[in-house]
């Protein structure tokens, strides 16, 4: 089966979602598909021009397909030079056009499967009566003219979507409720077999190792919103010390400028870290948390990569209640707390951080539960609905 993926993103990215894409190409050539990815020529950012690596080496994913830069106007580099109130507009109609072009030129490409998570581009392919598979990670606010003309096309296969909200509102908004699954996001689970203990990764990291460390490793900000470093930061300054040894606030992910005004004694920041470190950064911490404040969207509507590493590197997690992650999340395998309440957050860290035990138990689920999670078991999933 050869598949043709097309994705308008920037590759590589230090955004989770060019992670995600790098991913499921991986499994699904692992998985016995021919896959080829074709994404738009951009101009880099510093930290990945820094970085000096492919798409490959930057997000340490074998390279068992194929990725092929199309030619792209790139409008996302003009936006220093225009009115704010101009950039959805310019954006909208970049991805728009690229997505047209990118299926015009690739629809003579024999592939039996084409697959994209953006809207515009399935919608160029629904146009060309092309077969393809929807990922949808984004609603629109509303049922517009392109989710319609999408999800009501003939040549639609499958839509993934990520949680049972998003299946949910696709059925109620007309789509076929047979053409759509839930599929959340996943984990390489070879990635955390035999990792160091907790003080070697310390080490590694040049962390301190007499101290207790509650972590936030991935991003800062989504879609223009802090995720909730700020209160976890106001948490943990409320606890300066438990049994002893200081409590300090690990978060890693970038970027440094939104979390400036939290910086004090008790805070540690990095910057976008390498994939291939993301385990042991995990595993340096005592606590791990989601400490995510309800929005629509946090609630509804994602599946965050990082739940699912959290889970694999079994370390205990604290995480905001929200609907979305209760899909995989549950008073077993993790401790709930009321979304963007920040005194639940101090009870909660105390609360594992003065019991071991309970905190080796919803460790343990957690890493039991995340083996149903796998990028490949993802992928055969998906595939096993369309053949």
């Not at 397909?65 to 003009?78: A, Y």
């Not at 392109?146 to 639609?156: H, P, Q, T």
Request: proline share 6%.
């Amino acid at each position: 089966m050869k598949i043709l993926y097309l994705a308008n993103i920037r590759l590589p990215t230090e955004r989770a979602h060019g992670y995600q894409i790098m991913k499921m190409c991986q499994a699904l050539s692992s998985v016995g598909a021919e896959v080829s990815l074709y994404h738009p020529q951009r101009q880099q950012s510093p930290l990945v021009k820094k970085s000096g690596k492919d798409p490959f080496d930057f997000y340490n994913i074998s390279p068992n397909f194929k990725i092929h830069t199309l030619p792209n106007l790139d409008v996302v580099s003009w936006e220093r030079y225009l009115p704010v109130f101009t950039r959805p507009l310019l954006g909208f109609l970049q991805n728009f056009f690229w997505a047209f072009y990118a299926v015009n030129k690739t629809r003579k490409i024999f592939a039996d499967i084409y697959y994209t998570r953006d809207l515009t581009v399935a919608f160029w392919l629904a146009y060309f009566q092309k077969r393809f598979i929807f990922e949808i990670h984004t609603l629109p606010r509303k049922r517009s003219w392109l989710i319609r003309s999408v999800l009501g096309s003939g040549d639609l296969l499958l839509a993934a979507a990520l949680t049972s909200f998003i299946k949910n509102k696709l059925v109620k908004w007309g789509a076929p409720e047979d053409k759509i699954i839930v599929a959340p996001d996943a984990v390489d689970l070879s990635a955390f077999k035999n990792l160091p203990s907790p003080k070697e990764c310390r080490r590694k990291f040049n962390l301190p190792e007499d101290v207790w460390l509650v972590g936030y490793i991935g991003r800062f900000e989504s879609i223009g919103r802090e995720k909730g470093v700020g209160i976890l930061a106001e948490a943990v300054r409320q606890i300066p010390e438990v049994d002893g040894r200081k409590v300090m606030l690990l978060a890693v992910g970038g970027p440094l400028p939104m979390v400036e005004k939290y910086k004090n004694q008790q805070t540690i920041f990095f910057d976008h870290q390498p994939a291939e470190d993301v385990p042991y950064w995990i595993k340096a911490c005592d606590v791990v948390t989601i400490p995510w404040q309800w929005t629509e969207f946090s609630a509804y509507y994602t599946s965050p990569l990082k739940l699912f590493e959290y889970m694999a590197a079994d370390v205990p997690i604290i995480a905001s209640d929200l609907p979305a992650l209760r899909e995989v999340l549950n008073e077993n395998n993790a401790v709930l707390v009321k979304a963007g309440d920040r005194e639940a957050l101090v009870v909660a860290i105390e609360k594992l951080l003065k019991n071991p035990d309970l905190s080796s138990k919803i460790a343990e689920q957690a890493k039991a539960d995340v083996q149903q999670y796998t990028w490949e078991k993802r992928a055969q999933k998906i595939l096993k609905l369309i053949r």
